[in-house]
C-alpha cells in the first residue's frame, strides 16, 4: 500500500522507517544535526519552513507538511486494507 505525504508524493508504507513529529526536530540538537547531515549528503528532499513531520525511509529522508499524526492515521487506515502492517509514532 502507498502513504500519501504532501505535495503530490505517495510511498510505499514498507519503506517508511519512521515519522518524527516537527515538535522533536524544534527541540532536538541530534535530530536537527542529523538532517543537517542527509541536507548535505543530498538526500533530503522538501522544505524545513513547511515542515510537520520528517519521514525516514530506506533510501531517502522526507521533509512534509503533514502533520507525523495525520501521516500515522493514513498509513494505519492503509495498513487495515490490506498493507504491510501498522506504522507507529510517538508525541513529544
Known amino acids: 500500500m502507498y502513504l500519501h505525504i504532501g505535495h503530490d508524493t505517495m510511498l510505499e508504507i514498507q519503506n517508511i ?10 527541540h532536538s540538537p541530534e535530530l536537527r544535526q542529523m538532517i543537517s547531515r542527509y541536507r ?6 522538501g522544505d ?9 525511509t530506506k533510501d531517502r529522508v522526507i521533509l ?5 499524526a495525520t ?3 493514513r498509513a494505519n487506515r492503509s495498513g487495515s486494507q490490506g498493507g ?3 506504522v507507529w509514532y510517538t508525541e513529544m
Open 17 to 26: 522507517i519512521a515519522i518524527i513529529n516537527k515538535n522533536l526536530m524544534d
Open 84 to 86: 504491510a502492517g501498522s
Open 40 to 45: 548535505s549528503e543530498g538526500i533530503l528532499e
Open 64 to 68: 512534509s507538511s503533514i502533520s507525523a
Open 48 to 56: 524545513l519552513k513547511d515542515a510537520k513531520s520528517l519521514i525516514v
Open 71 to 73: 501521516l500515522h492515521k
